[in-house]
């Protein structure tokens, strides 16, 4: 699904003559094809799903959020300006992220769902999180809350 999405953003961007949509999705598209030419050397002819394309988009934010700072510091605030552009694109893929009150709705009702009354249930609340939440949550933000919760 997330392939045919790609290609039809990039004939879209094409047309309308997004210069910076195109190229980002040109990159996209290279990386995945690199990583369906790995996973086939392992075995895998169909190519990679789309839960671990979800995984290289979040790498490729990752990356350029880390540009941006760096970026920032040398004073090159126009590749700064491009690396940011790059993420608004890439984030049109991704799934609406949970907001910092949604995902302490989502905590509680792991924890209540769990029975989890100690930091012994962390892993196991964060995993459940990972399962019902994955590529919506930032679990940084869920582990605090997770073990604030539990702790308290």
Not at 92 to 120: C, M, N, W, Y
């Amino acid at each position: 699904m997330l392939r045919s999405q790609l290609n039809d953003a990039l004939k879209k961007a094409m047309l309308s003559r997004d210069t910076r949509a195109v190229s980002t999705v040109r990159l996209i598209l290279a990386a995945l094809k690199d990583r369906d030419i790995a996973a086939r050397a392992k075995g895998n002819m169909e190519g990679v799903e789309d839960s671990e394309i979800l995984q290289m988009f979040y790498q490729m934010v990752k990356q350029r959020r880390d540009s941006i700072a760096l970026y920032e510091q040398g004073g090159r605030l126009d590749l700064a300006q491009q690396e940011a552009e790059e993420i608004v694109v890439i984030e049109r893929f991704l799934p609406r992220q949970l907001h910092e009150d949604e995902i302490a709705e989502a905590v509680v009702a792991t924890i209540s769902d769990l029975d989890a009354s100690g930091l012994k249930d962390m892993g196991r609340v964060m995993a459940a999180l990972r399962e019902r939440y994955a590529g919506q949550m930032d679990f940084g933000k869920a582990g605090i809350m997770v073990k604030a919760r539990l702790s308290g």
